[in-house]
Nanobody
Framework: QVQLVESGGGLVQAGGSLRLSCAVS????????MAWFRQRPGAEREFVAT????????YYTDSVKGRFTISRDNAKNTVYLQMNSLKPEDTAVYYC???????????????????WGQGTQVTVSS
């Protein structure tokens, strides 16, 4: 019953912007920390950004700080990742993820994730 469905991926030029969305169903959305992870070919899935259930806390990996913004709209059961100043090294499959950490928790490791989306491809050309 629990589903996370990403959308918004695509092909953009370096320096451009893209906004990813993740629609969640089948859970009490406000109780879950949400996160975005990404995976490049031949690499392990890596943490990108996280946001607490109440939206008050966010955390980013160093490589995206100042460029990416994670947000959520609990009324719409949706989490977003606004990506600006995109670089070719941002190219990856991006995955939405949920962890049952209550309203204040954030999650930065994949082993704590209970639910994953199917992924959406982001390609940044140079």
């Amino acid at each position: 019953q629990v589903q996370l469905v990403e959308s918004g991926g695509g092909l953009v030029q370096a320096g451009g912007s893209l906004r990813l969305s993740c629609a969640v169903s089948g859970r009490t959305f406000s109780n879950d920390a949400m996160a975005w992870f990404r995976q490049r070919p031949g690499a392990e899935r890596e943490f990108v950004a996280t946001i607490s259930g109440n939206g008050a806390r966010t955390y980013y990996t160093d490589s995206v700080k100042g460029r990416f913004t994670i947000s959520r709209d609990n009324a719409k059961n949706t989490v977003y990742l606004q990506m600006n100043s995109l670089k070719p090294e941002d190219t990856a499959v991006y995955y939405c993820a949920a962890a049952p950490l209550g309203p204040n928790g954030v999650v930065v490791v994949a082993t704590l994730i209970d639910y994953w989306g199917q992924g959406t491809q982001v390609t940044v050309s140079s």
